[in-house]
T-cell receptor, first 114, second 112 residues
Framework: GAGVSQSPSNKVTEKGKDVELRCDPI?????LYWYRQSLGQGLEFLIY????????KSGLPSDRFSAERTGGSVSTLTIQRTQQEDSAVYLC????????????FGPGTRLLVL | KQEVTQIPAALSVPEGENLVLNCSFT??????LQWFRQDPGKGLTSLLL?????REQTSGRLNASLDKSSGRSTLYIAASQPGDSATYLC???????????FGQGTTLQVKP
């Protein structure tokens, strides 16, 4: 079946612009995660949605970052007023349920802020 | 705060050799530990997941072990092949959340 998909695959933007990154999880998966992978920091957790529960936003680096998950499926990660240090690969993952399940990752969105 | 460390950062071996990748974590209160593979420019592929109550998991030439008391996990790759060349990441799931805490990865090169 279809895996996790993300769009766009690549995004180049100018400093100060807003960007939206999209994630389509595997159908039926209740848990959705966003991570960021950058050269200096490795892979970092950003935010976690589980069903109808309040999301775990503890990994968001600043208030310029926000995410939504509509209808328990598709998620959008928004970065406002982008900075050069936001340049990274943004990875989305989903799992059938919380915590004890394998997470399945999408191919990522490569963001470059000029 | 959970921290995950992987040693070595890079490893180069000749084809056919058996090898071990190491992962250590600072807090033993975990739900599970997962090993992933990442090819250059690609996303992560899950290899093995070990629940906190388990000691090891096996898939083909891969065997992962978990020792919660010592805060260690190992990934054993038997009879390595050039196609095994990739970055291997381990990640722990803390008991109070679903998020993964990743190590920095071990980049493996298997030479023909």
């Amino acid at each position: 079946g279809a895996g996790v998909s993300q769009s766009p695959s690549n995004k180049v933007t100018e400093k100060g612009k807003d960007v939206e990154l999209r994630c389509d999880p595997i159908s039926g998966h209740t848990a959705l995660y966003w991570y960021r992978q950058s050269l200096g920091q490795g892979l970092e957790f950003l935010i976690y949605f589980q069903g109808n529960s309040a999301p775990d936003k503890s990994g968001l680096p600043s208030d310029r970052f926000s995410a939504e998950r509509t209808g328990g499926s598709v998620s959008t990660l928004t970065i406002q007023r982008t900075q050069q240090e936001d340049s990274a690969v943004y990875l989305c993952a989903s799992s059938p349920g919380p915590q004890q399940e394998t997470q399945y990752f999408g191919p990522g969105t490569r963001l470059l802020v000029l | 705060k959970q921290e995950v460390t992987q040693i070595p950062a890079a490893l180069s071996v000749p084809e056919g050799e058996n090898l071990v990748l190491n992962c250590s974590f600072t807090d033993s209160a975990i739900y599970n530990l997962q090993w992933f593979r990442q090819d250059p420019g690609k996303g992560l592929t899950s290899l093995l997941l070990i629940q906190s109550s388990q000691r090891e998991q096996t898939s083909g030439r891969l065997n992962a072990s978990l020792d919660k008391s010592s805060g260690r996990s190992t990934l054993y790759i038997a009879a390595s092949q050039p196609g095994d060349s990739a970055t291997y990441l381990c990640a722990a799931t803390p008991s109070n959340t679903g998020k993964l805490i990743f190590g920095q990865g071990t980049t493996l090169q298997v030479k023909p």
